[in-house]
């Protein structure tokens, strides 16, 4: 696990909130996500912006998030809203701003930059605190996904969003499975570990199939994600438990870790645990699988630096 990824904060569940619902923020505090996004974008119609912008930095500034990390979803870069909505995210103390119709390197620095402005504006030691998620839903952005990663050293994640994805292809149907939207969610989990950020699944439309959500998550999952998109409070836990390692997991790792060092001691760097060969890149694997223990509170921090 890279020094970076044990930096950024664990986001397992990624739980938008309308922006606009006073009962909505409130309730989101119990959610159990490990992070909030406030969102100012799809849940707010274009006369509710403003309304819904002062909700939000009246939100973050009151505080007492339920532990989860406040973040939120500002309108595009092109669009009226973006500046006040940036500014006022920013200043109300948001730890994480999704920038939507992520698409081009040039407009994520320009936004990182924006951030690192209004940062030093505060006159509070801020600087490069808060991050950036870059949500990749158009043609375009998977088109440049390669080089997004690496756009800001602000950029903790790309997250994929396949029902705009979708629609910028011309798609009837938004299915995260199959066909071009699947390839371009393969694309992006591709392009987000090599470039040594966070990759983010799509989100779920099927808001209270608490199975098609898990189905989709344990695909995620399998995919390379590290975390999901989440609609609705229903999916926040399955996504938590679903991207924590299990008691099995875990379990393994730690035979596999054992069976390292006594394969090291003995000179021996391929070996076999259960049956089945492992060597250096598998070891590496389930090292990871104990760190991500520990950063969900499961495993003490000697627990999974040696795997005893």
């Known amino acids: 696990m890279s020094s970076e990824e044990t930096q950024r904060p664990l986001r397992r569940s990624l739980c938008f909130v309308p922006g606009g619902e006073p009962r909505k923020l409130e309730k989101a505090r119990g959610a159990g996500a490990d992070t909030l996004l406030l969102d100012l974008e799809d849940s707010v119609a274009p006369a509710e912006k403003g309304r819904a912008r002062q909700l939000v930095a009246d939100f973050l500034a009151e505080g007492d998030f339920g532990g989860a ?11 009226p809203y973006f500046e006040e909505d940036l500014a006022a995210a920013v200043a109300s103390g948001a730890s994480a701003i999704m920038l939507p119709k992520s698409q081009s390197t040039q407009e994520l620095r320009e936004v990182a930059e924006r951030i690192g402005a209004l940062e030093a504006r505060s006159g509070e ?3 490069g605190a808060v991050r950036l998620l870059a949500l990749v839903e158009t043609a375009a952005g998977i088109a440049h996904v390669t080089s997004l990663a690496g756009a800001s050293a602000q950029i903790d994640a790309l997250c994929f969003g396949h029902a705009d994805f979708s629609r910028d292809m011309g798609l ?3 299915d995260a499975s199959e066909g071009v939207i699947f390839h371009a969610r393969c694309a992006l989990a591709i392009a987000a570990r090599a470039g040594g950020v966070a990759p983010i699944d799509t989100v779920c439309l099927d808001v209270r199939d608490e199975q098609a959500f898990r189905r989709d998550a344990e695909l995620g999952l399998r995919l390379g994600f590290e975390g999901k998109l989440c609609i609705h409070p229903l999916q926040v836990g399955i996504a938590n438990e679903v991207h924590t390692p299990t008691k099995e997991q875990i379990a393994y790792a730690r035979r596999v870790l054992d069976a390292s060092e006594e394969a090291a001691c003995e000179g021996r760097g391929v070996f076999t645990v259960d049956g089945k060969m492992v060597d250096a890149p598998l070891v590496a694997a389930q090292r990871r699988v104990l760190e991500r223990a520990r950063r969900a509170g499961i495993l003490s921090a000697a627990e999974a630096g040696d795997g005893s």
């Open 172 to 174: 009837a149907e938004p």
């Open 125 to 127: 030691e801020r600087d």
């Open 69 to 79: 990390e406040p973040g939120v979803r500002v309108n595009p870069l092109a669009t």
